[in-house]
């Protein structure tokens, strides 16, 4: 059986499927490392314009699998410190995959997306929720602290920071609804259209320019992390030029107003 599918829906479209259902596609390592696999996979098919994670049955994700983590590769002679700190490193590599791809990563969050699992979504680019979506830091629920994978420092930029203190430690669920609210998802619909919304989405997205698109996802990452207003303006105005000078991109945007068709980005 395999425990992460990719398809193809719609044209320049990848789909990811976490395909664990009857773990909710927990975090096991049997899951992970194919899943880091594909993303790197993917981040090298210039086929794909953007990409789509969504999870198999009524889960996103359900954060780390407690009675069945799977192995853990290339950690054999080691000792249990070494080896917590392996597996830490591999789960690390799967955010920051999600991260380094060229192309916008879309999160459909069919369902729960807990502790690990809303990590995963908070390393989506978008993040779209089926109305029967809920969110937990759920680490502070086990005895742990509720920070891992990168959520101390995700769900802050996503969400404000006195939002994501009172989340973290009161390990609260968030239903799709709050999740609309407060901006941890850009939109909630009806979970049987998550994917039809993710796809037109993800069409109009790769319509665009490959570079423009690219460098904008680059763009506003980078803002999230810039030390000033100053220091960031440089780089996106040198994006903007980079573009606008190597490429007809612009010409064929205006033309195409002019004559009342969508335009044909050849970059």
């Known amino acids: 059986m395999s425990f992460v599918l990719l398809d193809q ?12 259902p009857e773990r909710m596609n927990a975090m096991a390592f049997d899951v992970m490392v194919p899943f880091r696999e594909a993303l790197e996979e993917i981040g090298r098919d210039n086929g794909t314009r953007v990409v789509v994670v969504t999870g198999a049955g009524r889960g996103f994700c359900s954060g780390a699998d407690l009675e069945s983590p799977g192995r853990v590769p290339g950690v054999d002679g080691l000792t249990v410190p070494t080896i917590a700190l392996r597996s830490m490193e591999l789960l690390d590599d799967v955010i920051r995959a999600l991260r380094r791809l060229h ?3 879309i999160g459909a969050v069919n369902g729960p997306a807990i502790g690990g699992g809303l990590c995963l979504a908070l390393a989506t680019d978008i993040r779209l929720a089926s109305d029967t979506a809920l969110f937990r830091a759920a680490g502070i629920n086990n005895g742990l602290t509720a920070g891992e994978l990168g959520l101390s420092y995700l769900l802050p930029r996503a969400i404000g920071a006195s939002r994501a203190f009172e989340i973290m430690l009161s390990g609260r669920d968030v239903d799709a609804a709050e999740a609309e609210r ?4 850009s939109r909630t619909v009806p979970g049987d259209k998550l994917l039809d919304t993710a796809y037109e989405l993800a069409e109009r997205i790769a319509a665009f320019s490959r570079p423009g698109v690219e460098l904008t996802k680059r763009m506003l990452w980078s803002g999230l992390d810039a030390a000033s207003l100053e220091s960031h303006m440089g780089h996106e105005g040198l994006g903007q030029l980079f573009v606008r000078l ?3 991109n612009f010409e064929e945007a205006v033309q195409a107003r002019r004559e009342g068709r969508p335009p044909e980005f050849r970059d």
Do not use: F, I, K
């Open 9 to 20: 829906p719609r044209p320049h479209v990848t789909l990811v499927t976490l395909n664990r």
């Open 103 to 105: 192309q916008p990563v």
């Open 182 to 185: 407060v901006g941890l998802v």
């Open 246 to 248: 190597t490429t007809r």
